[in-house]
């Protein structure tokens, strides 16, 4: 029998009271959904519940045993393991599959023994088999997809035999194929009595795969209900303390003149002879399942990656970039995909952040104007809804969707003609998300041009005017979105083309 309970926990960083008295409880082989909105307190209850936070107040007991943890390994120690979202925090890139799966049988093994390197191999391939998949032990883990890095993690948690597996936003990086094999993965566990705590904002899969739903909002607990006594809209509802209507606010902006244009464009990560253009006013989406290349021709575009052939233009000026730079320089803007390795600076405040790309709008002569670098940056985080205390907050302290926002606002006070989004609502909750949608509504209705890169068909149809559906690193085909379906996204997303 094995049985979590946290009692009256509480956590408070200065200025901000993350946790607020939370109970939350997980039985024996339960699927237990955690969700609320960013900023509730769920990242930090289970960084209590993982040693790499030290409560204030509370109690934690396992089997009606009572348990401290002052550090990651205390947790570990009592059969508890997290797979956290940002992937590439977790793993050890330059180390193969193999390594980072046999992590801790490698730094446990005695330091004076030879290391069985065979075993670590078979062992490695043994797990990942187990898994469903198909992935070279031998690969470095750099060479590797998000996805493939996120079935790694999960393949070294399941090899700790963990009691409660802790899964952080587990299938924002994986394809639907890819999902259902970890919930298959999900259901095996539980069989074998591991309790399975699922954190997501995806509500659909939490009626899927969960049991059990816990509700926190703004650092309390809203409430423990089950799953078959629930709607979507019921946990919406209590995750907010509001009903959310218009999911999808759509701006009718005026559509003007071509702004962005790209020619036969082939570049690195597979982007074969590309063709998109933007017009003023315009959200065009590109669409496409994991591996489609979305990501890889968003980089391309931005000049972060190489282009081979082709071009990229701007109002008919041939702008092809080369590296970010010259890119900002052409007024193109972009928010990348995974936001803590590359959108922002995690260990710099908000207002650094904030107003980096701009930097040079706020000097005199060599000098920081400090006083209007401040009041930009308070600004835009009330025009963003940033929630924090101070503009002088460090971004890591921050949740996963104010860390977006804070990504998006640096790009709002630019001067920027068109906007690149690469899933810019990943790991973000209901209300933020909506909150992102305004903010590239109001783009749009200054005039503005933006690429919307998702794998949601959901946010297509709500947003876009036109799309381009991407396959196999190029576009397949280009649709018009109010005479389109997700029926039809998922068919040239898969393949399908206009012969059969």
Same mark, same amino acid.
């Given at each position: 029998?094995?049985?979590?309970?946290?009692?009256?926990?509480?956590?408070?960083?200065?200025?901000?009271?993350?946790?607020?008295?939370?109970?939350?409880?997980?039985?024996?082989?339960?699927?237990?959904?955690?969700?609320?909105?960013?900023?509730?307190?769920?990242?930090?209850?289970?960084?209590?519940?993982?040693?790499?936070?030290?409560?204030?107040?509370?109690?934690?007991?396992?089997?009606?045993?009572?348990?401290?943890?002052?550090?990651?390994?205390?947790?570990?120690?009592?059969?508890?393991?997290?797979?956290?979202? !940002? $992937?590439? /925090?977790? &793993?050890?890139?330059?180390?193969? #599959?193999?390594?980072?799966?046999?992590? =801790?049988?490698? *730094? @446990?093994?005695?330091?004076?023994?030879?290391?069985?390197?065979?075993?670590?191999?078979?062992?490695?391939?043994?797990?990942?088999?187990?898994?469903?998949?198909?992935?070279?032990?031998?690969?470095?883990?750099?060479?590797?997809?998000?996805?493939?890095?996120?079935?790694?993690?999960?393949?070294?948690?399941?090899?700790?035999?963990?009691?409660?597996?802790?899964?952080?936003?587990?299938?924002?990086?994986?394809?639907?194929?890819?999902?259902?094999?970890?919930?298959?993965?999900?259901?095996?566990?539980?069989?074998?009595?591991?309790?399975?705590?699922?954190?997501?904002?995806?509500?659909?899969?939490?009626?899927?795969?969960? !049991? $059990?739903? /816990?509700? &926190?909002?703004?650092?309390?607990? #809203?409430?423990?209900?089950?799953?078959? =006594?629930?709607? *979507? @809209?019921?946990?919406?509802?209590?995750?907010?303390?509001?009903?959310?209507?218009?999911?999808?606010?759509?701006?009718?902006?005026?559509?003007?003149?071509?702004?962005?244009?790209?020619?036969?464009?082939?570049?690195?990560?597979?982007?074969?002879?590309?063709?998109?253009?933007?017009?003023?006013?315009?959200?065009?989406?590109?669409?496409?399942?994991?591996?489609?290349?979305?990501?890889?021709?968003?980089?391309?575009?931005?000049?972060?990656?190489?282009?081979?052939?082709?071009?990229?233009?701007?109002?008919?000026?041939?702008?092809?970039?080369?590296?970010?730079?010259?890119?900002?320089?052409?007024?193109?803007?972009?928010?990348?995909?995974?936001?803590?390795?590359?959108?922002?600076?995690?260990?710099?405040?908000?207002?650094?952040?904030?107003?980096?790309?701009?930097?040079?709008?706020?000097?005199?002569?060599?000098?920081?104007?400090?006083?209007?670098?401040?009041?930009?940056?308070?600004?835009?985080?009330?025009?963003?809804?940033?929630?924090?205390?101070?503009?002088?907050?460090?971004?890591?302290?921050?949740?996963?969707?104010?860390?977006?926002?804070?990504?998006?606002?640096?790009?709002?006070?630019?001067?920027?003609?068109?906007?690149?989004?690469?899933?810019?609502?990943?790991?973000?909750?209901?209300?933020?998300?909506?909150?992102?949608?305004?903010?590239?509504?109001?783009?749009?209705?200054?005039?503005?041009?933006?690429?919307?890169?998702?794998?949601?068909?959901?946010?297509?149809?709500?947003?876009?005017?036109?799309?381009?559906?991407?396959?196999?690193?190029?576009?397949?085909?280009?649709?018009?979105?109010?005479?389109?379906?997700?029926?039809?996204?998922?068919?040239?997303?898969?393949?399908?083309?206009?012969?059969?």
């Amino acid at each position: 029998m094995s049985n979590l309970e946290m009692k009256n926990i509480s956590k408070e960083f200065p200025g901000v009271k993350a946790l607020i008295d939370v109970d939350f409880s997980v039985k024996e082989g339960e699927i237990h959904a955690l969700v609320g909105a960013n900023g509730a307190g769920k990242s930090t209850l289970m960084k209590v519940l993982t040693g790499v936070y030290i409560k204030d107040t509370g109690s934690i007991k396992i089997d009606g045993e009572q348990v401290e943890f002052n550090n990651p390994q205390d947790a570990k120690d009592n059969g508890i393991t997290i797979v956290y979202q !940002e $992937v590439d /925090t977790a &793993l050890i890139p330059y180390l193969s #599959v193999a390594e980072n799966i046999m992590m =801790d049988y490698i *730094i @446990e093994k005695d330091t004076k023994a030879f290391l069985n390197w065979n075993y670590i191999r078979k062992e490695a391939k043994k797990i990942l088999s187990s898994l469903g998949l198909d992935i070279d032990v031998n690969r470095l883990i750099s060479d590797l997809t998000l996805s493939e890095k996120q079935m790694v993690l999960i393949g070294r948690a399941v090899s700790q035999n963990a009691k409660f597996l802790l899964l952080d936003e587990p299938t924002a990086p994986l394809s639907v194929e890819e999902t259902e094999k970890l919930f298959d993965i999900v259901r095996k566990l539980q069989k074998d009595g591991v309790s399975v705590v699922f954190i997501s904002h995806r509500l659909d899969e939490i009626f899927e795969i969960c !049991e $059990v739903v /816990t509700v &926190l909002k703004d650092g309390e607990l #809203v409430g423990t209900y089950p799953i078959s =006594d629930m709607t *979507i @809209e019921t946990v919406v509802e209590k995750m907010l303390g509001r009903k959310l209507e218009n999911t999808f606010p759509k701006i009718n902006a005026k559509i003007g003149e071509k702004v962005f244009d790209v020619r036969e464009l082939h570049g690195k990560g597979g982007i074969n002879n590309v063709n998109i253009h933007v017009k003023e006013g315009e959200i065009v989406g590109l669409v496409g399942l994991v591996g489609a290349g979305k990501t890889e021709l968003c980089k391309l575009l931005f000049g972060a990656e190489p282009i081979y052939n082709g071009g990229v233009y701007m109002r008919g000026k041939d702008i092809t970039p080369k590296t970010p730079t010259h890119a900002l320089s052409s007024k193109l803007a972009f928010v990348p995909e995974e936001r803590r390795k590359e959108g922002i600076l995690v260990h710099e405040n908000i207002e650094t952040n904030m107003t980096l790309p701009t930097l040079s709008k706020y000097t005199k002569r060599s000098f920081m104007q400090r006083n209007v670098i401040r009041k930009v940056a308070q600004d835009t985080i009330k025009q963003v809804g940033v929630k924090t205390p101070s503009e002088k907050q460090m971004v890591s302290n921050l949740s996963g969707g104010n860390q977006q926002k804070v990504a998006i606002g640096k790009w709002i006070i630019s001067d920027a003609e068109v906007f690149i989004f690469d899933e810019p609502t990943k790991g973000v909750d209901v209300g933020s998300k909506a909150d992102i949608y305004r903010l590239i509504g109001d783009l749009v209705d200054q005039g503005k041009g933006v690429v919307y890169a998702t794998c949601e068909f959901s946010e297509i149809l709500g947003l876009t005017d036109r799309v381009y559906v991407m396959y196999n690193g190029t576009i397949i085909k280009e649709l018009v979105t109010a005479e389109t379906n997700e029926e039809e996204l998922l068919y040239y997303s898969a393949g399908g083309n206009d012969e059969k």
